[in-house]
C-alpha cells in the first residue's frame, strides 16, 4: 500500500443504484469481511447490492460480467498472496485484464478490490479488520459509485459541448 494519496471519499448519493459484488472464497476469512463491508457501504450510499461467491480470484471477471450486464456498478473482492511460482503474476495479470475488459465491454465500473499482497498480513492490514489501516471492501464499492455518478453526470452532458475553447 502507498499509504498517501487517498481521496478520501466516505460515502456517495447512489439512491436507487444497484451493487453488483463478487468476492472469491479463498481465503475467506478476509474475504467475508471484505464482503460485509462492500454491502454495508452500498447500503451506506442508497444502493442495494446483489451478492454472488465464486471459488478463487481467476473466476471473477466471468462473474463480474454477469453481474454488470443487471447492476449499475460491480465490485470484485478477492486475496492473492505471493507464493514462491510464477503463479502469482498469472493469477493477478489475469483478474486485472478480465476486470477491465468487463468494465469496458459492458460500459459499467468495475471496481478492483482484489487484494495483490506479497503476505497474509499485508492483506490483512488492508481488508478492513479492526486495527487494519484499510477498508478495500468499503472503499472500493464508494469508487464504483462514485464512477457510475460520473458516467451518468456526462451522459447527462452529452446534449452540451464538451471541451476546451469556444
Do not use: N
Request: glycine share 12%; charged share 20%; with cysteine.
Amino acid at each position: 500500500m502507498a499509504g498517501f494519496g487517498e481521496p478520501g471519499i466516505d460515502t456517495v448519493d447512489a439512491t436507487g443504484l444497484t451493487v453488483g459484488v463478487v468476492a472469491a472464497r479463498w481465503h475467506g476469512d478476509l474475504t467475508d469481511h471484505m464482503l460485509d463491508r462492500a454491502v454495508a457501504a452500498a447500503e451506506a450510499c442508497g444502493a442495494r447490492a446483489v451478492v454472488a461467491r465464486v471459488a478463487g480470484s481467476v473466476e471473477l471477471p466471468v462473474v463480474a460480467q454477469a453481474l454488470a450486464r443487471r447492476c449499475d456498478v460491480v465490485v470484485a473482492l478477492g486475496v492473492v498472496v505471493r507464493g514462491a511460482t510464477a503463479h502469482f503474476d498469472y493469477v493477478c495479470r489475469s483478474v486485472t485484464d478480465g476486470l477491465t475488459r468487463v468494465a469496458l465491454d459492458e460500459g459499467k465500473p468495475v471496481a478492483h478490490g482484489v487484494l495483490t499482497v506479497d503476505t497474509i498480513e499485508q492483506a490483512r492490514d488492508r481488508a478492513g479488520l479492526p486495527g487494519s489501516a484499510e477498508d478495500k471492501g468499503w472503499a472500493a464499492t464508494v469508487a464504483a459509485l462514485d464512477a457510475a455518478l460520473a458516467v451518468r453526470g456526462v451522459s447527462a452532458a452529452s446534449a452540451q459541448r464538451v471541451g476546451f475553447g469556444g
